[in-house]
């Protein structure tokens, strides 16, 4: 199994907190995804990155934003959580022309 | 936008049945994503493909670019290969911007 992680596993937030997930790789992959995936909707990119300080939009990347300072850690931000967000948002990886590998999933439940 | 249509959405079968999942999309791509969600949530990359057919153990995956159609089929299907499957394409705005479909949610009855 690739080596990625994801933090928290769970987490309960309040409306209007902030909120950061971390996605870390001990593979060295270039490219790095934050998906949110919800029912009726299936997967869905929310931003990715494709090299160290270089990111780029998803399809629902409104109210969140990304970091990407060292190559094994992304970071996904929502600066005032709604309950919109309520999701499970997992992390992905891949190399150029390679499959992509999940994390395990954060369940995040904005109450 | 690159749609991707699966079908069905749902299948229940017994075990030992031979089981196909279907997948189109509308716009031409460079590769096509199987992927499988296990119940507890986990997802696993299955066949990332781009012509013709490629095998791993009992599951086979093909796909017809010019019908803009892939199919995977598992033979003697186990209880365990119950999951939900989800195929996946690149999107227009570049290939490693993946559109999903909706997912197969498949049962194998023992």
């Known amino acids: 199994d690739a080596g990625i992680t994801q933090s928290p596993r769970h987490k309960v937030t309040e409306t209007g907190t902030p909120v950061t997930l971390r996605c870390h790789q001990t593979?060295?992959?270039?490219?790095m995804y934050w998906y949110r995936q919800d029912p009726g909707h299936g997967l869905r990119l929310i931003h990715y990155?494709?090299?160290?300080?270089?990111?780029d939009k998803g399809e629902v990347s409104d109210g969140y934003s990304v970091s990407r300072s060292k190559t094994e850690d992304f970071l996904l931000t929502l600066e005032s959580a709604t309950s919109s967000q309520t999701s499970v948002y997992f992390c992905?990886?891949?190399?150029?022309?390679?499959?992509?590998?999940f994390g395990p999933g954060t369940r995040l439940l904005v109450l | 936008k690159n749609e991707v249509e699966q079908s069905p959405q749902n299948l229940t079968a017994q075990e030992g049945e031979f089981i196909t999942i279907n997948c189109s999309y509308s716009?031409?791509?460079?590769?096509l994503h199987w992927l499988q969600q296990h119940p507890g949530g986990g997802i696993v990359s299955l066949f990332m493909?781009?012509?013709g057919k490629k095998k791993h153990g009992r599951l086979i995956a093909t796909i017809n670019i010019q019908e803009k159609h892939s199919s995977l089929h598992i033979t003697a299907s186990h209880p365990r290969d119950s999951a939900v499957y989800i195929c996946?394409?690149?999107?227009?705005?570049?290939?490693?911007?993946?559109?999903f479909g909706q997912g197969t949610r498949l049962t194998i009855n023992p």
């Open positions: 992905a990886i891949s190399d150029v022309g390679e499959t992509q590998y």
């Open positions: 593979e060295n992959h270039r490219y």
């Open positions: 990155s494709y090299g160290v300080k270089d990111t």
């Open positions: 716009v031409g791509i460079s590769a």
């Open positions: 493909l781009s012509s």
């Open positions: 996946a394409v690149p999107g227009i705005q570049g290939a490693q911007k993946l559109v």
